[in-house]
């Protein structure tokens, strides 16, 4: 399985930014699929999942900023940010988990076997 990001840049606080994940390998799409994060100086967390079911699951900050879209057929995950706050700052981590899912996906950093080498957003006051 590959995770390739892309879309990380610099922005003002307010502004948009559109993150894309290449990905190949991931053979089902009941697989768990989206996006982490890690400031600096804190742990990752989960931002936005997507599972099989079309269930998406987000972190309370994000809601109704962030979206996600899942093309299994492409091949792609993006990741749609608007509304930033300097405090959306991080490294953003595409992830996979190994196995299907049905349901919702946890938020969970071990249940994620697959990860991207991440892509920098910087949001600046």
């Known amino acids: 399985v590959q995770l390739v990001e892309s879309g990380g840049g610099s922005v003002e606080a307010g502004g948009s930014l559109r993150l894309s994940c290449t990905f190949s390998?991931?053979?089902?799409?009941?697989?768990?699929l989206g996006w982490f994060r890690q400031a600096p100086g804190k742990a990752r967390e989960g931002v936005i999942i997507q599972g099989g079911d079309g269930i998406i699951s987000y972190a309370d900050d994000v809601k109704g900023r962030f979206s996600i879209s899942r093309d299994n057929v492409q091949g792609t995950v993006s990741l749609q940010m608007t509304s930033l706050k300097p405090e959306d700052t991080a490294m953003y981590y595409c992830v996979a988990s190994r196995w299907v899912e049905y349901g919702r996906c946890p938020f969970k950093e071990e249940h994620y076997d697959y990860w991207g080498q991440g892509t920098q957003v910087t949001v600046s006051s």
């Open positions: 390998g991931i053979t089902n799409s009941r697989q768990c």
